[in-house]
């Protein structure tokens, strides 16, 4: 991997991300070699131990390359050039090599056949190409650069000639390039070769490079690191140095690692040849290069320990020819190994969640079903063994596995296999069974949840009424009298009020609530039934109530008889009565309204005149029995007029004729 970042950065936009620490700082592994060079060391890369090859470049204008025989305990510098500079390279066998590089207004490639003693110059484009940033080969023969604006070529003879592709979209320039094969591989670009903070996008071909797809856009990565089609890392951040993951091919992205420390990046990742759960990444705090890092993970990237770095670089480059054996490189001439014990491969590890299963009460006949996970939380491959009951008869108490695909199966490291248990109560009563799990987990293969759930009988919804008819009696034509009826759910279950319809004349719902309505066996719900005849004569109805249960009627009766004018006005109800002397009456007059009552309470009067104008009276108090009550009528527009008196819920009118 290479990447062109100047050295006089002075300030970063700071993204708001979250902090993920970094685990404690590890002793120092890493050596200080001399490199005989001055210069930012862009990439560093071995063909085994000993034998590798470094490109730098030295400010302002001027490119040197590096070589070793002895595994970098002795540098020799094979080749300086100016007016341009060297930023990757790749060692193609023990004496093959290739380095590019170039500046703004054009490209190079060297090859060298002889360990570095002769270079030749393979691409020298001076029209309009930039440099190249990138390189990447795939085994000796095959390989691939790209650099400013997007410009790709790629080799089939380890170097010695070239081919223009398709430029990576957008105009944008390549920071990194990483193949898995000769046809698929990824590309990290940036808006230019310096604003790298602007954000980056990672591109993806499936054709050597002849074509590009955007695979997906981060706050800003400087390099990607493929282990196989499925699993990849992308390094880089804004305010703390971050690696993302991808287990699905770049589909989706999670969160590997963040440092603590903010305006720090990753310039580079590498993974460790023949262990792929080996990794390291590098880099530094932009703000002030004497601050390197060096993170290290043995476990597919679940954990990280943060190491010294000692030489006070930037680090641009890392690279592990062997697991055992590493080399970073940086600026100011700096190059650093390490010499290490191989790690030891991730055991499978599984956690699975929920640890117990509760269903709760439900009733007989009805299912439900509870979701477990099974979770790889080690980079190794978990196998699933077996999921079952521990109950043969586990069917019969209403347990069921609803599972997809067929055991044993493996899910790969960081991965996660999903399945159902359903509970469909029997019969009523409590029920349990143990769900055994069993896999290769090295802390303990069998797992025993338990799991438990309880039948009941279902109730069937039904509609409860605290009145089986209403009746309201005898009335006088034109007179109003409302009735309550309450209405409940039974049998505990709910029901759905869909409907209130009144047949037959004179009766009306008096109010009419907004349905449907959920009816409980524990909240009523009151409804009011009003009965207004015009007329004298016998009437009936019915109150139609539908709902989820079905429907229900209720018989309405009442009766009404004509108002003799003028004189005594008697109600049959017994509610209370009202004797007023003779008509006509002058407005303004006294009259006596003798009223019996059967309890104590008050009293109203209301003159409506035919126009329909009402004028109310002040209510009067009165008590049980017999009790005169003076009224004087109040002038109005009309020779006839009524007299209303209200008591309770119960009302009586009065004709009334009066002369001006």
Same mark, same amino acid.
Request: hydrophobic share 40%; proline share 6%; aromatic share 8%.
């Given at each position: 991997?290479?990447?062109?970042?100047?050295?006089?950065?002075?300030?970063?936009?700071?993204?708001?991300?979250?902090?993920?620490?970094?685990?404690?700082?590890?002793?120092?592994?890493?050596?200080?070699?001399?490199?005989?060079?001055?210069?930012?060391?862009?990439?560093?890369?071995?063909?085994?131990?000993?034998? +590798?090859?470094?490109?730098?470049?030295?400010?302002?204008?001027?490119?040197?390359?590096?070589?070793?025989?002895?595994?970098?305990?002795?540098?020799?510098? @094979?080749? @300086?050039?100016?007016?341009q500079g060297m930023t990757g390279a790749r060692m193609l066998g023990p004496r093959k090599a290739v380095v590019i590089g170039g500046t703004t207004n054009f490209s190079r490639v060297f090859t060298s056949d002889d360990g570095g003693d002769n270079w030749a110059l393979r691409v020298d484009d001076a029209s309009s190409t930039p440099a190249f940033w990138a390189v990447d080969f795939v085994g000796a023969r095959d390989g691939y650069v790209a650099g400013?604006?997007?410009?790709?070529?790629?080799?089939?003879? +380890?170097?010695?000639?070239?081919?223009?592709?398709?430029?990576?979209?957008?105009?944008? %320039?390549?920071?990194?390039?990483?193949?898995?094969?000769?046809?698929?591989?990824?590309?990290?670009?940036?808006? @230019?070769?310096?604003?790298?903070? @602007?954000?980056?996008?990672?591109?993806?071909?499936?054709?050597?490079?002849?074509?590009?797809?955007?695979?997906?856009?981060?706050?800003?990565?400087?390099?990607?690191?493929?282990?196989?089609?499925?699993?990849?890392?992308?390094?880089?951040?804004?305010?703390?140095?971050?690696?993302?993951?991808?287990?699905?091919?770049?589909?989706?992205?999670?969160?590997?690692?963040?440092?603590?420390?903010?305006?720090?990046?990753?310039?580079?990742?590498?993974?460790?040849?023949?262990?792929?759960?080996?990794?390291?990444?590098?880099?530094?705090?932009?703000?002030?290069?004497?601050?390197?890092?060096?993170?290290?993970?043995?476990?597919?990237?679940?954990?990280?320990?943060?190491?010294?770095?000692?030489?006070?670089?930037?680090?641009?480059?890392? %690279?592990?020819?062997t697991e055992t054996e590493g080399f970073a490189c940086g600026t100011d001439g700096t190059i650093l190994q390490t010499s290490r014990d191989p790690s030891p491969a991730p055991e499978p590890q599984a956690e699975i969640q929920p640890t117990e299963l509760l269903f709760g009460e439900h009733g007989v006949g009805e299912g439900f079903s509870i979701p477990v996970n099974i979770e790889s939380v080690s980079a190794a491959a978990l196998e699933i063994k077996?999921?079952?009951?521990?109950?043969?008869?586990?069917?019969?108490?209403?347990?069921?596995?609803?599972?997809?695909?067929?055991?044993?199966?493996?899910?790969?490291?960081?991965?996660?296999?999903?399945?159902?248990?359903?509970?469909?109560?029997?019969?009523?009563?409590?029920?349990?069974?143990?769900?055994?799990?069993?896999?290769?987990?090295?802390?303990?293969?069998?797992?025993?949840?338990?799991?438990?759930?309880?039948?009941?009988?279902?109730?069937?919804?039904?509609?409860?009424?605290?009145?089986?008819?209403?009746?309201?009696?005898?009335?006088?034509?034109?007179?109003?009298?409302?009735?309550?009826?309450?209405?409940?759910?039974?049998?505990?279950?709910?029901?759905?009020?869909?409907?209130?319809?009144?047949?037959?004349?004179?009766?009306?719902?008096?109010?009419?609530?907004?349905?449907?309505?959920?009816?409980?066996?524990?909240?009523?719900?009151?409804?009011?039934?009003?009965?207004?005849?015009?007329?004298?004569?016998?009437?009936?109805?019915?109150?139609?109530?539908?709902?989820?249960?079905?429907?229900?009627?209720v018989p309405l009766s009442g009766s009404a008889v004509e108002e003799p004018t003028g004189i005594a006005i008697l109600p049959r109800g017994g509610v209370f009565k009202v004797e007023i002397g003779p008509n006509p009456r002058r407005a303004g007059e006294q009259l006596v309204a003798h009223v019996d009552v059967p309890r104590d309470g008050m009293l109203y009067v209301e003159l409506i005149n035919l126009q329909g104008r009402t004028v109310t009276m002040?209510?009067?108090?009165?008590?049980?029995?017999?009790?005169?009550?003076?009224?004087?009528?109040?002038?109005?527009?009309?020779?006839?007029?009524?007299?209303?008196?209200?008591?309770?819920?119960?009302?009586?009118?009065?004709?009334?004729?009066?002369?001006?």
């Amino acid at each position: 991997m290479t990447v062109f970042i100047r050295k006089n950065i002075t300030s970063l936009v700071i993204a708001g991300l979250l902090s993920v620490l970094a685990l404690p700082q590890a002793v120092a592994q890493w050596n200080v070699q001399t490199s005989g060079s001055t210069g930012d060391i862009y990439e560093v890369h071995f063909n085994d131990e000993s034998t +590798g090859t470094a490109a730098v470049w030295v400010k302002p204008g001027a490119a040197e390359i590096l070589t070793t025989e002895n595994g970098g305990v002795t540098w020799t510098k @094979s080749l @300086s050039e100016i007016n341009q500079g060297m930023t990757g390279a790749r060692m193609l066998g023990p004496r093959k090599a290739v380095v590019i590089g170039g500046t703004t207004n054009f490209s190079r490639v060297f090859t060298s056949d002889d360990g570095g003693d002769n270079w030749a110059l393979r691409v020298d484009d001076a029209s309009s190409t930039p440099a190249f940033w990138a390189v990447d080969f795939v085994g000796a023969r095959d390989g691939y650069v790209a650099g400013g604006q997007g410009y790709f070529m790629s080799t089939t003879d +380890g170097g010695n000639s070239w081919t223009a592709g398709a430029s990576v979209p957008g105009g944008t %320039h390549v920071l990194d390039l990483d193949f898995i094969d000769l046809r698929n591989g990824y590309a990290v670009t940036s808006p @230019s070769d310096q604003n790298f903070w @602007s954000g980056t996008k990672l591109y993806r071909t499936t054709d050597a490079g002849f074509s590009w797809e955007l695979v997906t856009q981060f706050p800003q990565i400087n390099a990607v690191e493929f282990v196989d089609e499925n699993v990849g890392y992308v390094a880089g951040g804004t305010s703390a140095a971050t690696i993302w993951k991808t287990t699905d091919g770049g589909a989706t992205w999670t969160t590997s690692y963040m440092a603590s420390g903010a305006g720090q990046t990753f310039m580079d990742i590498c993974v460790a040849p023949d262990n792929p759960f080996v990794l390291y990444a590098v880099g530094g705090n932009l703000f002030d290069e004497n601050n390197p890092i060096i993170v290290r993970s043995i476990d597919g990237g679940f954990s990280w320990q943060s190491e010294d770095a000692p030489g006070g670089a930037l680090l641009r480059s890392v %690279h592990f020819p062997t697991e055992t054996e590493g080399f970073a490189c940086g600026t100011d001439g700096t190059i650093l190994q390490t010499s290490r014990d191989p790690s030891p491969a991730p055991e499978p590890q599984a956690e699975i969640q929920p640890t117990e299963l509760l269903f709760g009460e439900h009733g007989v006949g009805e299912g439900f079903s509870i979701p477990v996970n099974i979770e790889s939380v080690s980079a190794a491959a978990l196998e699933i063994k077996r999921i079952e009951f521990e109950e043969a008869d586990a069917a019969e108490r209403g347990f069921s596995l609803e599972i997809v695909g067929e055991l044993p199966m493996t899910i790969d490291g960081g991965g996660f296999f999903a399945f159902e248990v359903r509970f469909e109560a029997q019969a009523a009563g409590e029920r349990q069974v143990t769900l055994v799990i069993e896999t290769d987990d090295v802390d303990g293969a069998v797992v025993n949840i338990p799991v438990s759930g309880s039948g009941a009988e279902v109730l069937e919804p039904g509609l409860v009424l605290d009145k089986t008819s209403l009746e309201f009696g005898e009335l006088n034509a034109g007179q109003e009298k409302s009735l309550p009826l309450k209405l409940l759910a039974a049998n505990e279950a709910d029901l759905e009020l869909q409907a209130l319809e009144v047949e037959g004349e004179a009766f009306r719902l008096a109010d009419s609530p907004l349905m449907p309505i959920m009816l409980d066996h524990e909240n009523e719900l009151e409804i009011q039934i009003a009965f207004e005849p015009q007329s004298a004569g016998l009437y009936s109805g019915e109150l139609v109530i539908t709902t989820s249960a079905g429907e229900e009627r209720v018989p309405l009766s009442g009766s009404a008889v004509e108002e003799p004018t003028g004189i005594a006005i008697l109600p049959r109800g017994g509610v209370f009565k009202v004797e007023i002397g003779p008509n006509p009456r002058r407005a303004g007059e006294q009259l006596v309204a003798h009223v019996d009552v059967p309890r104590d309470g008050m009293l109203y009067v209301e003159l409506i005149n035919l126009q329909g104008r009402t004028v109310t009276m002040p209510p009067s108090a009165v008590q049980t029995g017999s009790v005169q009550l003076p009224l004087e009528l109040p002038a109005h527009d009309g020779a006839a007029a009524l007299l209303r008196f209200r008591f309770e819920s119960t009302q009586l009118t009065v004709p009334i004729l009066t002369i001006p």
